[in-house]
């Protein structure tokens, strides 16, 4: 009887993560360009599974900005696949960042002992770990103490450099699409046209001052 190989994917990762819900809502496609590989060598691996992508079409629903972005950047990057092994898609985003596609739901981020095992066979490292990414303090100290490796989101966190840029001063304009908008909130592109500046970042601070002050 001849032996039956399992493929695995033909590449070889640094870091394999695995970003939450919650991310994705805070950064949209940001969470791509701050995972890729800073140094020569191997690329890192992003995780999606299909939870995350009915949870980013919820939210979308939900006028969630960053929802709607990353599932747009997703979308636009499918036509790079390399590889689709057992319903898994390999696809190749930058020189430095590839992504991985799971659409079995019992590779769920609610059963990351499964994704963590799936992706062992998948990259043939027996003790691969997932880098689980959240800014959920719950979920980060559940997840921590259930034994898995778990980062709050770098990117997200103000620096130096952003706070040096202080807080913007709003118009009429942007102040009234915010009362119009059910949500209170606009998107980062229209903001930037209302204000007429070019130079907003996600989650920025705006100040509106009434007449006379």
Known sequence: MANVTERRINRKYHKVYLPLLDIYDDGGPEVFSSMERKKEGNRNLIVITSDIIDGLSELSEQNSYGAMHALSFIRENLARKIDSIQGNSFYEFSKDLDICLISDPQASTSKIDNLEKR????????????????????????????????????????????????????????????????????????????????DLFMNQFIKFRSEGT
Do not use: H, W
């Open 119 to 198: 992706i062992s066979k998948l990259l043939d490292q027996p003790d691969r770990r997932l880098m689980v990414i959240t800014d959920n303090d719950k979920k980060s100290i559940y997840l921590t103490d259930a034994g898995f490796c778990v980062e709050a989101p770098r990117f997200l966190i103000v620096n130096e450099n952003i706070v040096k840029k202080g807080i913007k001063t709003g118009n009429n304009e942007l102040l009234s699409a915010l009362y119009s908008s059910s949500t209170r909130s606009v998107p980062i592109a229209q903001a930037k046209e209302l204000l007429e500046d070019d």
